[in-house]
């Protein structure tokens, strides 16, 4: 048996696993125990406001689980509809956030290395 600590969504695992010979067949399918101390989540950050913190009538939100690489509006600025506002980075590949419509930006909700999840706000727009 050999022992290993795996972590899933931010929680540990200890798991043993058996090793098998050539051509031999387990009995049981393995079952994993949670570790004594779960792997606590960090904190997401506050996030950043900007223009005053007020949240505009149109939100921006992330269409998948990512990293922010780069932002490439401010708060204030007048964006026209498609014009980039920031990158995502998601499964190595970088994909640009665009503004669903033109309009100024009113609020960035995040900064640079945030992480962030599906549907979450990343900027508004007035």
């Known amino acids: 048996m050999k022992n290993y600590r795996i972590t899933v969504n931010g929680i540990a695992y200890d798991v043993a696993v058996e090793e098998l010979g050539a051509g031999t067949v387990p009995a049981a399918a393995p079952v994993a125990s949670p570790a004594a101390t779960p792997v606590a989540a960090p904190a997401a950050p506050a996030p950043a406001a900007t223009a005053g913190g007020a949240e505009g009538s149109v939100k921006i939100a992330a269409p998948m689980p990512g990293k922010i690489l780069a932002i490439k509006a401010n708060a204030g600025q ?9 990158i995502l980075e998601a499964m190595k590949m970088e994909n640009e956030i665009t ?7 009113a609020n960035i909700n995040v900064a640079v290395g945030d992480s962030v999840e599906s549907g979450d706000t990343l900027a508004s727009l007035n």
């Open 78 to 86: 007048a964006v026209k509809r498609g014009e980039v506002v920031m």
């Open 99 to 105: 503004a669903p419509e033109d309009g100024t930006i």
